[in-house]
């Protein structure tokens, strides 16, 4: 059953039932309301304190969605970003800063003050046989002429600096290099150090790690030439190897195909992959040839 009440509670007061009101509500002062509803049609909320709208855990255990109306902003606490319990999956569209963003989450950046020129951060994801991929996208302006670089930022605990970019217009990556020149550009203010660093399981007799060079058409075949590092104890005492495969197929170089190797001990050998005998050794030469 309604209940039609039309009474002034300015000295607060208490309704139980079902309420319907017509027109206009202005309540003023501090409030509880608890009770399950919902709510259809546009609802407004104007007011001047800080926080406008503020929903709490357990009546006062910490904010977990605030709109800041001071410093027009939206806080969302918590430390759990999606629930997946239940083995079902919880996603849907984020926006900030932008409706249009195109993305799950798109982070709108600074423009020059025209829409036309917005740009941002979008994070959405695909998936294709039992591969479920994660794409992060530094979305620029949609014009000819236009890119959208990717850039990362560190702190110190003193000042902040870019150690990370991807240029959107070429590609390049730049390791502590805010404009790289080529498709890895690793940078070192360091005059005394490593800046590259590749390692692999070599505390064995046979196991081996390197870099490997090859044609841009294909990923995994017509790499022919290697350089190779091979474990020979547990002791991580490498010998290295210089490969060239020279076969016309796409065939990829390997320890077979080196034509120059080091010894730990230092001994060289050209064709000879273990020149054990001599601190120089050279095979496959002619008797008579030099």
Not at 106 to 124: C, E, H, K, N, W
Not at 165 to 172: D, F, K, P, T
Not at 182 to 205: E, V
Request: proline letters at 2%; glycine letters at 16%; one cysteine or more.
């Amino acid at each position: 059953m309604l209940k039609a009440i039309v009474e002034d509670f300015g000295n607060g007061g208490t309704l139980d039932g079902d309420v319907t009101i017509t027109g206009d509500l202005t309540v003023s002062g501090g409030g509880s309301l608890s009770f399950d509803e919902i709510l259809e049609g546009t609802q407004v909320i104007d007011v001047t304190s800080t926080e406008a709208f503020l929903v709490r855990k357990n009546s006062d255990d910490g904010d977990v969605f605030v709109v800041d109306t001071t410093n027009s902003r939206v806080h969302v606490a918590g430390t759990t970003g999606l629930n997946w319990a239940g083995g079902g999956l919880s996603y849907g569209n984020v926006t900030i800063g932008d409706i249009n963003g195109g993305s799950s989450l798109f982070v709108r950046t600074a423009d020059s003050g025209s829409d036309t020129y917005q740009a941002g951060l979008g994070i959405d994801g695909t998936y294709s046989s039992q591969i479920s991929t994660v794409n992060v996208k530094a979305l620029g302006v949609k014009y000819a002429g236009f890119y959208g670089n990717l850039a990362f930022w560190t702190s110190s605990g003193v000042s902040s600096t870019q150690s990370m970019a991807i240029l959107g217009a070429s590609g390049n990556v730049g390791i502590n290099e805010t404009a790289p020149g080529s498709l890895l550009d690793m940078k070192t203010t360091s005059a005394a150090s490593y800046p590259l660093t590749i390692r692999g399981d070599i505390d064995n007799d046979g196991g081996y790690t390197g870099i490997r060079f090859g044609y841009n058409g294909t990923p995994t075949s017509y790499l022919k030439a290697a350089i190779h590092v091979e474990g020979t104890t547990s002791d991580v005492l490498p010998d290295m190897h210089f490969c060239l495969e020279d076969t016309a197929d796409g065939t990829n170089a390997a320890l077979s195909d080196a034509k120059l190797s080091i010894l730990n001990g230092g001994n060289v050998g050209i064709g000879d992959t273990n020149p054990s005998e001599a601190k120089l050794s050279i095979t496959g030469v002619a008797s008579g040839d030099y």
